[in-house]
């Protein structure tokens, strides 16, 4: 990987039960950018994340992810550098809301005082000590964005982030991408509708498994 860019792929190609998800894709990031990837479902959009954040094997091409070769090295040190929003929250029910961020914080030697911070940015302030089993799925996301805040990831990578989502937190998030996009994080997001946020951005757009058009 050069050093202007914290992400590049060369014909990566992911495969999964003999059907390749990922069948040739190309593609560098440069830091303080947004990207979007779009397309129909199964496009390999979700895949092309996970395979960033080093969740997916990388069956043939090569890529590096912040330093880290996908087909040789340690996938594992990718986690102190790469920030994954998915479908599933991986948060703990019976912890409250504050409970869970800082059981995270430590596991990873992150400041426990941007907690607070955090919580009050995504509107959670105020469920601070409420049980995550009794957030929406709406809440779980909003909690999801807090991690991200108290993690700092130098690459942020989104799966649908607009899901469950209201209005009010719609907007939040466009204002997230513009801040942490202007401290020079790298943003990664699928999204089957045009993403809300003014910030600039390259435009991914995948069928089959291949980027067929960047804009």
């Given at each position: 990987?050069t050093?202007?860019f914290?992400?590049?792929?060369e014909?990566?190609?992911v495969?999964?039960?003999?059907?390749?998800?990922?069948?040739?894709?190309?593609?560098?990031?440069?830091?303080g950018?947004?990207?979007v990837?779009?397309?129909?479902n199964?496009?390999?959009?979700?895949?092309l994340?996970?395979?960033?954040?080093g969740?997916?094997?990388?069956?043939?091409g090569?890529?590096?992810v912040a330093?880290?070769d996908?087909a040789?090295g340690?996938?594992?040190?990718?986690r102190?550098?790469?920030?994954?929003l998915?479908?599933?929250?991986?948060?703990?029910?019976?912890?409250?809301?504050?409970?869970?961020l800082?059981?995270a914080a430590?596991?990873?030697?992150?400041?426990?005082?941007?907690?607070?911070?955090?919580?009050?940015?995504?509107?959670?302030?105020?469920?601070a000590?409420?049980?995550?089993r009794?957030?929406?799925?709406?809440?779980?996301r909003r909690?999801?964005l807090?991690?991200?805040?108290?993690?700092?990831?130098?690459?942020?990578?989104?799966?649908?982030p607009?899901?469950?989502?209201?209005?009010?937190?719609?907007?939040?998030?466009d204002d997230l991408?513009?801040?942490?996009?202007?401290?020079g994080?790298?943003?990664v997001?699928?999204a089957h509708?045009?993403?809300?946020?003014?910030?600039?951005r390259?435009t991914?757009t995948?069928?089959g498994?291949?980027?067929?058009?960047?804009?």
């Amino acid at each position: 990987m050069t050093a202007k860019f914290v992400a590049e792929l060369e014909d990566a190609v992911v495969i999964a039960g003999g059907f390749p998800l990922l069948a040739g894709v190309t593609m560098r990031l440069e830091p303080g950018t947004l990207t979007v990837v779009v397309g129909a479902n199964g496009a390999g959009k979700t895949s092309l994340l996970r395979l960033l954040a080093g969740l997916d094997q990388l069956t043939s091409g090569t890529g590096v992810v912040a330093g880290v070769d996908l087909a040789r090295g340690d996938r594992r040190l990718l986690r102190r550098r790469v920030g994954w929003l998915g479908h599933e929250g991986s948060f703990y029910d019976d912890l409250s809301v504050e409970e869970n961020l800082h059981f995270a914080a430590r596991a990873l030697s992150r400041p426990i005082a941007d907690v607070a911070p955090a919580l009050e940015r995504v509107g959670l302030a105020q469920r601070a000590s409420a049980p995550a089993r009794r957030l929406s799925a709406g809440q779980r996301r909003r909690l999801a964005l807090a991690w991200l805040l108290v993690r700092r990831p130098e690459i942020w990578l989104l799966d649908e982030p607009y899901a469950s989502l209201d209005d009010a937190a719609r907007d939040l998030l466009d204002d997230l991408l513009v801040d942490v996009v202007g401290a020079g994080a790298t943003v990664v997001a699928s999204a089957h509708d045009p993403l809300r946020s003014e910030q600039p951005r390259v435009t991914l757009t995948l069928a089959g498994g291949r980027v067929v058009a960047t804009s």
